[in-house]
């Protein structure tokens, strides 16, 4: 881990401290500068989780990935720094309306006395911050509102409040996951026939109050509450598209794209 690259990539120029502030600075960072998104799955690729790998593509290459690399990269860079991170794996609700497999990654920082919920991974409607690891504390984040919920059977459910309602975006229970349990879950989500990252084309890039979202051709931009959207179109003005909003420049053309849906 070159920290020093790594903190210009998320456009953080100054030194980063092993406290809660430095936590929020870094995981504000990475969320706005390296975009959620799963185009290397799309080109037939594997993706890779040797922390090596990791640099190389979205820090020397500046492309992005998915949870499993973002979050990856974030534990890498807070190793360096001097946090203790821990990884974990959970259970996506949002979007089913029940628990699905243990397939997305997040982290647990302990800082200033006391855990955080660390995610830069969720893409769409994730954290934009640190929450604190505490059950029904509502947290503000730049106007979005998220809480912790306690699940007998799933252990915390973290919530969003989405049109004056709590939703379930993922459970996570605090046991421990080893190398192998997340090499399993990334060739699960990224190779299996059905998986959502297999059928769409996804990109996700956080504002300062709001983000930007791809879903295979809608591009949605939230800013301050207003939701515009827009249709890409296909060829050399979708490539574009990637690079002005979420400053992706792939090493292949539009039609080394596999087909959506396949």
Same mark, same amino acid.
């Given at each position: 881990? %070159?920290?020093?690259?790594?903190?210009?990539?998320?456009?953080?120029?100054?030194?980063?401290?092993?406290?809660?502030?430095?936590?929020?600075?870094?995981?504000?960072?990475?969320?706005? +500068?390296?975009?959620?998104?799963?185009?290397?799955? +799309?080109?037939?690729?594997?993706?890779?989780?040797?922390?090596?790998?990791?640099?190389?593509?979205? #820090?020397?290459?500046?492309?992005?990935?998915?949870?499993?690399?973002?979050?990856?990269?974030?534990?890498?860079?807070?190793?360096?720094?001097?946090?203790?991170?821990?990884?974990?794996?959970?259970? #996506?609700?949002?979007?089913?309306?029940?628990?699905?497999?243990?397939? +997305?990654?997040?982290?647990?920082?302990?800082?200033?006395?006391?855990?955080?919920?660390?995610?830069?991974?969720?893409?769409?409607?994730?954290?934009?911050?640190?929450?604190?690891?505490?059950?029904?504390?509502?947290?503000?984040?730049?106007?979005?509102?998220?809480?912790? +919920?306690?699940? %007998?059977?799933?252990?915390?459910?973290?919530?969003?409040?989405?049109?004056?309602?709590?939703?379930?975006?993922?459970?996570?229970?605090?046991?421990?996951?080893?190398?192998?349990?997340?090499?399993?879950?990334?060739?699960?989500?990224?190779?299996?026939?059905?998986?959502?990252?297999?059928?769409?084309?996804?990109?996700?890039?956080?504002?300062?109050?709001?983000?930007?979202?791809?879903?295979?051709?809608?591009?949605?931009?939230? %800013?301050?509450?207003?939701?515009?959207?827009?249709?890409?179109?296909?060829?050399?003005?979708?490539?574009?598209?990637?690079?002005?909003?979420?400053?992706?420049?792939?090493?292949?053309?539009?039609? %080394?794209?596999?087909?959506?849906?396949?």
């Amino acid at each position: 881990m %070159d920290i020093g690259a790594y903190l210009e990539r998320i456009g953080l120029a100054s030194p980063v401290r092993p406290n809660a502030e430095g936590l929020r600075n870094l995981q504000r960072g990475q969320l706005t +500068h390296i975009p959620f998104e799963n185009f290397d799955i +799309h080109l037939g690729r594997d993706i890779s989780l040797r922390p090596a790998d990791l640099f190389d593509k979205l #820090v020397a290459r500046r492309r992005g990935g998915y949870c499993f690399e973002l979050n990856g990269l974030l534990a890498c860079a807070l190793e360096s720094l001097g946090y203790q991170p821990r990884s974990h794996l959970a259970r #996506v609700i949002f979007g089913r309306g029940f628990p699905g497999a243990r397939t +997305h990654q997040v982290l647990i920082v302990h800082a200033e006395g006391r855990d955080w919920l660390v995610d830069v991974g969720f893409g769409g409607p994730g954290l934009r911050a640190p929450l604190p690891l505490e059950v029904e504390r509502e947290d503000m984040q730049d106007g979005e509102r998220f809480r912790l +919920h306690r699940d %007998d059977q799933f252990g915390y459910v973290l919530q969003k409040n989405i049109s004056e309602q709590w939703v379930d975006l993922y459970a996570v229970e605090l046991q421990p996951a080893l190398p192998p349990d997340f090499e399993m879950a990334n060739f699960f989500v990224s190779r299996h026939p059905q998986s959502y990252f297999r059928l769409n084309r996804v990109a996700a890039l956080q504002r300062e109050r709001g983000r930007l979202r791809l879903l295979n051709f809608t591009l949605t931009l939230e %800013d301050d509450g207003v939701t515009t959207s827009q249709i890409l179109p296909a060829g050399e003005g979708y490539m574009s598209a990637l690079t002005e909003h979420f400053g992706l420049k792939l090493d292949q053309r539009y039609d %080394d794209l596999l087909p959506i849906g396949v």
